[in-house]
């Protein structure tokens, strides 16, 4: 089945706003076996959209318009969506109970324009949106079955698992099912771990796994997509791949599918009923605010100290700073953070700035055994401060898991 994206708006086609929906949709429909052949980004112009529809008809099987639902005059998906198919608009009633109900609840008033909202072409099957205003629908302009989504990210992606997808699979007349297994990993480039893993997917009785990598600084994701006819045939083939790809990446897989790197450490320290405190320079308090999202309720982060200013991080630590910042220092600040705090850990990162590009970062872990290691990096500031906070929490799993605390990573100098 050959699918067309086709996205919509001034702002995405100007690059006022990053076309992050694109993405998702392509990414989304990939894990499910379906590829997008082409994707099309058009303005807020009704002839060009017209144009865009009819060309999109021609070619795909079907087409996904995202954007253009809107009850302003520059929303135009459903009037060129009638003249494309060569139906009339009419007034979805079903559609504007819908909509005054969703008003009513939140004690806002509808104004006439949200109206144009429950306009559709005629003949055209409605798609619920159970979270705004913008219903979707579904219409055929000559052989291809259009499906019509909102703009905003929330609401599309949510129309899309539920009711959009169900809907490709459903017309591709194919009867298979897919499963994708996503493995995370730092500290190993997407070129080495391509080369690692070159013959994997021969492993696969069926031949019908295929490895994919998406390279996001300083994590890469390393995906196994498979697809067959039942679940059985899904873990016959993706069991021996997996396996083996777990031991050839080794150490450097953190987390396996929805799993976090900060959700494995908090993870680890609920099931030990630990406690840990942080002390972190030069980060922009990234260590705390990546642990503080997963550690929702504070039962395992108990306290975090961020600051730019070395001199003040130690004095409210009770520690004489004498100048310089290095490892002993790192160490030193671990153990105070530990004991005024009396927590079961003690953490500490210090981002030094030698030259323009350059930096040392200096990790520690006071517990009771402790570790500390320095880390070099190479690149703008953003870069060292990213690839420092990585490599931070990832000794914090690497200490739970027993794992070394100090293995050189490919990001390092």
Sequence with gaps: MKVEILCTGDEVLSGKIINSNFAFMSGKLEEVGISVIWGTTVGDNKQDLLDAFKLASQRADAVIVNGGLGPTVDDLSQEVAAIASGNELELRTDWLEIME????????????????????PKGAELINNPIGTAC???ININKSRFFFTPGVPRELFLMLEDEIIPRLLELSGEKFITKLKTFHSYGIGES?????LEDIVDLAPDKNVKLGFQAHFPQLETK??????SKDSIEKNLVPVQDELRKRLGNYIFAEDKQTLEGVIIESLKNNSQTISIAEFMTDGGINSRLSKTDTGGESLIYALASNNIYA???????????????????QVALKTRDIYSTDFGFCVLINHTEKNEAETFIALSGQISQSRIGYFIGDNYRVTL??????????RRYFQGLPFDEKSDFER
Excluded: P, Y
């Design 101 to 120: 109900s969703f008003f009513i609840k939140r004690g806002r008033v509808m104004t006439e324009n949200n109206k144009k909202q429950a306009m559709l």
């Design 136 to 138: 979707g629908f579904a």
């Design 192 to 196: 080495r771990a391509d080369t690692l």
């Design 224 to 229: 196994l997509h498979v697809r067959g006819n």
């Design 313 to 331: 991080l130690c004095k409210g630590l009770e520690i004489n700073h004498k100048n310089e910042v290095n490892l002993e220092l790192a160490e």
């Design 387 to 396: 690839g420092s906070i990585e490599m931070a929490l990832d000794c914090v």
